[in-house]
């Protein structure tokens, strides 16, 4: 099993559940779903999400997304994205993803499940 990390709102999240599709808007300004790896999504929470309340962090089972992903480079890295909705039952675990108290962020503990 390989894991991506995507950062939503916790409220997207609940609302995806319900239809079975999770919808981000970056499938219309840029025609994919923004992720990360584990070892990128904490520099890439406090780059884009400092102090954002709210989120959670989607475990996605990248075998079982239906859209394709692609790798791809940002910088000196490549990030998985999605080039699609996302079907729900891709994503294993939904993990609150709250700053500390300066507003940055660090590798929940949960996600030791991985094998990080």
Known sequence: MSIILHITQESQWEQAKLTGIYYNNTLDSEGFIHCSTIQQVERTANKFFANQTGLVLLCID?????PEIKYEAVGEE????IYGALNTDAVIDAIAFPPDSNGNFKLPP???KFNV
């Open 110 to 112: 949960e996600l030791a």
């Open 62 to 66: 990248s075998e079982k997304v239906q």
């Open 78 to 81: 490549k990030f998985p994205h």
